[in-house]
């Protein structure tokens, strides 16, 4: 399957003001619905973010919140809102967020352009 993603989005273009570049594939966006579902809210949002940490420099966050922050970007994948924040949106412009179930690996996945390298575990980058 590839990690292009074809759900149906609110915003046209992901330069449009109020809006960001990081993509849900439908994989993900199951996910994240399955994992609403449990906890039983419908409130909360996937939020992505960058920090300064890990061993290459900035670490990724990704975490339901109920908050809404001034300046932050957000696009709607088939009734899942991915909110950014305006800082991070240019460490993710174009980063796809996929979910692999396998042997090797359980989880949410980041693929990022702009990462210029990793560390080994994946976790951080610059």
Not at 88 to 114: C, H, R, V
């Amino acid at each position: 399957m590839s990690l292009q993603d074809s759900t149906t989005e609110t915003a046209t273009t992901p330069t449009a003001e109020g809006t960001h570049g990081v993509h849900l594939t439908d994989v993900a966006a199951t996910k994240v619905k399955s994992l609403l579902a449990q906890e039983g809210r419908d409130d909360l949002r996937l939020r992505v973010g960058v920090q300064p940490g890990g061993c290459s420099g900035l670490i990724y966050q990704l975490y339901f919140d109920e908050r809404s922050l001034d300046g932050d970007l957000v696009r709607d994948f088939d009734g899942v809102e991915v909110v950014v924040d305006r800082m991070s949106a240019p460490y993710l412009d174009g980063a796809t967020i996929d979910f692999a179930d396998t042997i090797e690996k359980q989880g949410f996945t980041i693929d990022n352009p702009n990462a210029g390298s990793s560390c080994a575990c994946g976790d951080s980058f610059s």
